[in-house]
């Protein structure tokens, strides 16, 4: 894997005390999932793979960003992105090694305590990805603390 694009799920509407997994996007978050769906477009992203929560919100973003680009692949459902530690994700990121993009739609803390582990080399209370915010990452080998040069950031606000 060369680049790593992790993007956190849109706004989404507010919990009513259901199951939090089946909340979908607000209007607004709509709107943000397709802006980045265009800025993704704009700056050439083109992700082999696509790993997302099974949450209907990222599901959601996911479609509604990658309906954007051309040829996309379709989102591979990863339960265990879902309530993930950032240790969790590079577990699951390293069984897709073999793709040159990934894309990784999910959720806070665990987007946030990535991007600050990749790039930091730390990930203890990072805040710092606000929804449907975008970060692109350029990896130089393997997976591991302080691998990664943080080439874009984009945030709908």
Same mark, same amino acid.
């Given at each position: 894997?060369?680049?790593?694009?992790?993007?956190?799920?849109?706004?989404?509407?507010?919990?009513?005390?259901?199951?939090?997994?089946?909340?979908?996007?607000?209007?607004?978050?709509?709107?943000?999932?397709?802006?980045?769906?265009?800025?993704?477009?704009?700056?050439?992203?083109?992700?082999?793979?696509?790993? $997302?929560?099974?949450?209907?919100?990222?599901?959601?973003?996911?479609?509604?960003?990658?309906?954007?680009?051309?040829?996309?692949?379709?989102?591979?459902?990863?339960?265990?992105?879902?309530?993930?530690?950032?240790?969790?994700?590079?577990?699951?990121?390293?069984?897709?090694?073999?793709?040159?993009?990934?894309?990784?739609?999910?959720?806070?803390?665990?987007?946030?305590?990535?991007?600050?582990?990749?790039?930091?080399?730390?990930?203890?209370?990072?805040?710092?990805?606000?929804? $449907?915010?975008?970060?692109?990452?350029?990896?130089?080998?393997?997976?591991?603390?302080? $691998?990664?040069?943080?080439?874009?950031?984009?945030?709908?606000?």
């Amino acid at each position: 894997m060369h680049e790593l694009i992790l993007l956190r799920h849109a706004e989404a509407v507010s919990a009513d005390g259901g199951d939090d997994r089946q909340r979908g996007l607000s209007a607004h978050g709509r709107r943000e999932a397709e802006d980045a769906g265009t800025w993704l477009v704009n700056h050439g992203a083109r992700p082999q793979r696509v790993l $997302c929560s099974p949450a209907r919100r990222t599901m959601e973003t996911a479609q509604l960003a990658l309906a954007a680009l051309a040829d996309a692949p379709s989102p591979l459902e990863a339960g265990e992105i879902y309530d993930a530690t950032p240790g969790e994700l590079l577990a699951l990121l390293d069984q897709h090694a073999d793709a040159g993009t990934v894309m990784l739609v999910g959720h806070n803390p665990g987007i946030e305590r990535l991007v600050a582990l990749l790039v930091e080399g730390r990930s203890d209370e990072f805040r710092g990805m606000p929804p $449907c915010g975008l970060a692109v990452l350029h990896l130089s080998g393997a997976l591991e603390p302080a $691998c990664a040069r943080l080439d874009a950031f984009w945030s709908p606000r």
